[in-house]
T-cell receptor, first 116, second 119 residues
Framework: AQKVTQAQTEISVVEKEDVTLDCVYE???????LFWYKQPPSGELVFLIR??????QNEISGRYSWNFQKSTSSFNFTITASQVVDSAVYFC?????????????FGAGTTVTVRA | DTAVSQTPKYLVTQMGNDKSIKCEQN?????MYWYKQDSKKFLKIMFS???????INETVPNRFSPKSPDKAHLNLHINSLELGDSAVYFC??????????????????FGNGTRLTVT
């Protein structure tokens, strides 16, 4: 069975601070995908990144960076120099690569509040 | 030119009623999904359809009946609504393909959600 754990329920920071969101996953599959989605207060789900299990390279996109560590089954997400617009719920998710039986298992989400 | 659109955005109704939520995607994807987000923000898959065929049904009560008239549409009909059905329902789509024995699935593109309130 697949499981995603986001141990941090809420994180509150002051603008310009860095914030790291933890994500730990469990799966028996050797091929799988990891995702991060953002849900701002307006409610939509915004895709941020997908990483497949064969690619352990860290990725940076602007102020966002992701650290994938297969050895510890973690896929952590860092927002550098946070801004008020980063306030949202962030979800980590996991899927296997079964064609047509493709479903995301989401973590419980981490609510990030960035104060001005 | 919204990629995945759902209507209505808000739905308030009384227990026992029947209601539908519509979803359309213009991305040319062949797989569509319904996810439910409960009051604690927990997201869970309900159904998936590939080219109008039901693929995943995650032990959802049979009061929920998805219908896919074509691969661009996946509607959700709910009979005899109950208080516990109150949630945000998200439609999503993805494109799936095979290369040899390896499956590739594109990231899910979600609609903006429908907030259902049952009173």
């Amino acid at each position: 069975a697949q499981k995603v754990t986001q141990a941090q329920t809420e994180i509150s920071v002051v603008e310009k601070e860095d914030v790291t969101l933890d994500c730990v996953y469990e799966t028996r599959d050797t091929t799988y995908y990891l995702f991060w989605y953002k849900q701002p207060p307006s409610g939509e789900l915004v895709f941020l990144i997908r990483r497949n299990s064969f690619d352990e390279q860290n990725e940076i996109s602007g102020r966002y960076s992701w650290n994938f560590q297969k050895s510890t089954s973690s896929f952590n997400f860092t927002i550098t120099a946070s801004q008020v617009v980063d306030s949202a719920v962030y979800f980590c998710a996991l899927s296997d690569s079964n064609l047509y039986d493709y479903k995301l298992s989401f973590g419980a989400g981490t609510t990030v509040t960035v104060r001005a | 030119d919204t990629a995945v659109s759902q209507t209505p955005k808000y739905l308030v109704t009384q227990m026992g009623n029947d209601k539908s939520i519509k979803c359309e995607q213009n991305l040319g994807h062949d797989t569509m999904y319904w996810y439910k987000q409960d009051s604690k923000k927990f997201l869970k898959i309900m159904f998936s359809y590939n080219n109008k065929e039901l693929i995943i049904n995650e032990t959802v009560p049979n009061r929920f009946s998805p219908k896919s008239p074509d691969k661009a549409h996946l509607n959700l009909h709910i009979n005899s609504l109950e208080l516990g059905d109150s949630a945000v329902y998200f439609c999503a789509s993805s494109q799936d393909s095979m290369s040899g024995q390896i499956a590739y699935n594109s990231p899910l593109h979600f609609g903006n959600g429908t907030r259902l309130t049952v009173t």
